[in-house]
């Protein structure tokens, strides 16, 4: 059989993202009822630049193939992120397609936060603040703009100019004010969501810094030794997770020092209806992700079916 090879480019051309939203939002809720295989995340560290990872396998109900996710982190370089996802077909193992892993993993997070603001945030927030000036950040504004009518942004970067940079580029792409702040403080002072995608190793976010009833989706904290929001803020906060076991393995709550206590839900539960999520106007909600599997899965099966009838994308024969 032919496998089809998919570079950033058809990945880009197969990929849509309202579709997504709405594939993922069933995702949630499939995983949630009906886990059969745990996921799994192994890192490794190749020297003080790079970072090797492998998620595996992305699996869930009604979808006839799984996931491998092989890629590696180089924060120094652009883009950080490079490598690719194989999607093997569930019954045989066959390889259906081989395609690049960064605007793929790029859009599924930005999904995912955007669906977690949708099911978390108050239904007017308008007023958003963006701590990081990176790639996940503007990935992150395109996709709540799904999900919610925008009026108001606020950037943060230590890197004065990546924020204006920043600023520029998505006030011209998106046409909204989007403005650059001085410090973390400023930036969240007056917003109802809140998105961190920095690579901190200690937390920014504290008691009193944000206003009641604030969303914040936490996505920097994916690996141990990350820390975005502080201890005593999550304690005073509902706090929410993608995966309970790698939350407290290597993500948001690991880096601060709690405990599954600490976890209200995972997404899912709340999606699935056998967990609450906001109960609350003044409430401060909180969804750390570490990104799993299934969501590559969804992604890749999505992308597939439109490139699997397209002449243009490259096929080879590995058996021959």
């Known amino acids: 059989?032919?496998?089809?090879?998919?570079?950033?480019?058809?990945?880009?051309?197969?990929?849509?993202?309202?579709?997504?939203?709405?594939?993922?939002?069933?995702?949630?809720?499939?995983?949630?009822?009906?886990?059969?295989?745990?996921p799994q995340r192994a890192r490794a560290p190749l020297h003080a630049e790079g970072t090797a990872m492998v998620l595996f396998p992305g699996t869930l109900p009604g979808i006839p193939a799984y996931s491998v996710k092989v890629h590696a982190r180089f924060p120094g370089r652009s883009p950080a992120i490079q490598g690719v996802v194989q999607l093997h077909d569930l019954e045989t193992g066959a390889l259906l397609a081989v395609m690049d892993s960064g605007h793929l993993t790029a859009l599924r997070t930005g999904v995912v936060g955007a669906l977690a603001a949708d099911v978390l945030a108050r239904p007017d927030a308008s007023r958003?603040?963006?701590?990081?000036?990176?790639?996940?950040?503007?990935?992150?504004l395109k996709s709540l703009r799904l999900v919610r009518s925008l009026n108001h942004v606020r950037i943060y970067d230590p890197d004065l100019t990546r924020s204006i940079e920043f600023a520029t580029r998505m006030y011209h792409a998106?046409?909204?004010?989007?403005?650059?702040?001085?410090?973390?403080?400023?930036?969240?002072?007056?917003a109802d969501i809140v998105i961190t995608a920095t690579s901190a190793s200690e937390p920014f976010l504290f008691p009193g810094m944000l206003r009641g009833g604030t969303h914040v989706t936490a996505l920097g904290a994916d690996e141990p030794g990350r820390a975005e929001v502080s201890a005593g803020l999550v304690r005073q906060s509902t706090f929410f997770c993608d995966h309970r076991a790698l939350t407290l393995a290597m993500g948001a709550l690991a880096g601060v020092g709690l405990g599954e206590e600490a976890i209200h839900a995972e997404l899912g539960e709340v999606l699935a209806g056998t967990k609450s999520g906001r109960t609350d106007a003044g409430q401060v909600t909180i969804f750390g992700a570490v990104g799993l599997p299934f969501q590559d899965l969804v992604a890749a099966w999505h992308i597939y079916q439109g490139a699997r009838t397209d002449d243009e994308v490259q096929r080879v024969d590995f058996l021959a």
């Open 174 to 190: 998106l046409n909204l004010p989007v403005r650059p702040a001085e410090s973390v403080e400023e930036a969240v002072a007056d």
């Open 1 to 38: 059989m032919s496998t089809l090879l998919l570079t950033r480019t058809d990945v880009v051309r197969h990929m849509e993202a309202l579709t997504l939203l709405s594939e993922l939002r069933e995702a949630f809720r499939a995983d949630a009822e009906a886990r059969s295989v745990e």
């Open 128 to 140: 958003v603040a963006l701590i990081g000036a990176g790639p996940q950040a503007s990935m992150q």
